[in-house]
């Protein structure tokens, strides 16, 4: 069925990468935006959304978001995630290689692909494994991962098993353009740790993960980028250090980009200090100067993005003591709200807020998305600045009720996701 004419009246839209920021009409035919002001000649709506007094900005993309499917649906599934996403203004999200199996086939590529077309909610895209099975010891079939569909490669939070397969690895994947994403950690340092090596891990008796577990690995990785020409992103930065190493690099002209995810920009190794296990995470929440740092970063495009590093669990993988149990958040549904946030808190501008989590992303993947550009494809989330709602796990649509925010109030509620021009999500009144 063909996708509706759609007449979006009267919002505030804000696209960063167009210099937008006024209060218009948006119009879209088919899949595409068709014209921003005045209506193209011979426009008939099929449909028509008022969004007075809301705000109109290009759908999310989330760079890395954790769907546990296939292989770990009892912590959440393709279907819940997806549509919890939509409800969460994200049209594209973007799934790292570590499901079960890896992603080291264009079969199970297809099969992610496969069950994300069958809903009609958030895209879906796939990093592919750097080596097979993520064992870091053997890599993987890169030119058959890129022809499935693969935006990049990477060995997701898994060490290889030394310097010159990386440097392989780099290789092989410039022969192929492909963007390889890296997890910045050294192992041996980093080793059974699980907060941030530093007063706070000594008082509580934790083992500490030093600094130095990030910014040794992005030294070694910058050297080997510099060598092999490779264009390489930065995953979760958490250090003000990473962030100014990685801002020379860019400097100098080499190929590398960088992100950080929401939590390390309102969380530090001092929310831990009470054991509760929501805050464990890997990296680990830093210092206040490290948070400084990242949003210094954010602020001066060094981090191109923001991301939710969405890692939904279910409730018995927190209820062990600190260290054993499984780190990560469930963050889809707080990405819109504390990106916004940022800006109410003058941390960032509103256009600069809401670039890094949408056209900053998606040029990173290199996407055709994340603008609201006329001719560019109709992805679109349109909110509510004025709502405010307060978390708890009850109210999180995700499988994943696991989050370091619960009962903080939250601005901003999305009333109509749209996704190639469809509508994805409409707030019930």
């Known amino acids: 069925m063909a996708e509706p004419n759609i007449h979006i009246r009267g919002g505030h839209l804000v696209d960063p990468t167009n210099g937008i920021d006024d209060t218009t009409d948006l119009y879209i035919a088919g899949s595409r935006i068709a014209a921003i002001g005045e209506a193209p000649d011979g426009f008939s709506a099929d449909i ?24 770990q649906e009892h912590k959440a599934t393709i279907d819940s995630e997806c549509r919890a996403a939509a409800a969460s203004g994200i049209t594209t999200l973007c799934c790292p290689p570590d499901t079960t199996p890896v992603v080291d086939t264009p079969a199970v590529v297809e099969l992610i692909r496969h069950r994300a077309s069958q809903l009609d909610a958030t895209r879906v895209v796939t990093l592919g494994a750097l080596t097979r099975g993520l064992q870091g010891t053997h890599l993987s079939e890169m030119a058959a991962l890129k022809q499935a569909g693969c935006v990049g490669v990477s060995n997701a939070l898994k060490p290889l ?52 577990a990030e910014t040794v690995a992005v030294a070694r990785d910058l050297a080997l980028i510099q060598q092999t020409g490779v264009r390489a992103h930065f995953c979760r930065l ?3 250090r990473a962030v100014r190493m990685v801002a020379r690099a860019q400097f100098d002209g080499l190929p590398v980009s960088a992100d950080t995810a929401i939590p ?21 929440l830093r210092t206040q100067n490290d948070r400084a740092g990242l949003i210094t970063g954010l602020r001066d495009g060094t981090l191109g993005a923001l991301c939710s590093d969405h ?22 549904d707080t990405l819109l709200p504390l990106t916004l946030k940022l800006a109410q808190d003058e941390q960032l501008t509103l256009s600069e807020a809401i670039a890094r989590v949408t056209c900053g992303p998606a040029a990173i993947l290199n996407l055709p998305c994340g603008e609201l550009g006329v001719g560019r494809v109709a992805d679109i989330c349109i909110f509510d600045a ?24 939250m601005p901003a509620q999305v009333h109509y996701t749209l996704r190639d021009g469809r509508i994805i999500f409409t707030r019930e009144a």
């Open 311 to 332: 890692q939904p669990h279910e409730a018995d993988a927190k209820l062990a003591p600190f260290p054993a149990t499984e780190p990560g958040a469930s963050g889809i």
């Open 264 to 284: 390390y920009l309102y969380l530090t190794d001092l929310d831990a200090s009470e054991f509760n296990p929501d805050f464990h995470f890997i990296p680990p």
């Open 386 to 409: 004025g709502a405010h709602w307060r978390i708890t796990p009850d109210n999180l649509l995700s499988q994943g009720k696991n989050t370091p925010f619960n009962g903080w109030e």
């Open 48 to 71: 028509t959304l008022e969004a007075s007094g809301l705000h109109v900005i290009p759908g999310l993309v989330d760079l890395c978001a954790r769907l546990r499917d296939p292989g």
């Open 161 to 212: 098993a030394s310097t010159q397969i990386e440097r392989r690895a780099f290789e092989y994947a410039a022969t192929f353009d492909l963007t390889v994403f890296l997890h910045a950690d050294d192992p041996a340092l980093s080793v059974d740790g699980c907060l941030h090596e530093g007063q706070v891990s000594t008082r509580l008796g934790l083992r500490g993960i030093p600094e130095a």
């Open 238 to 240: 958490t250090t003000e």
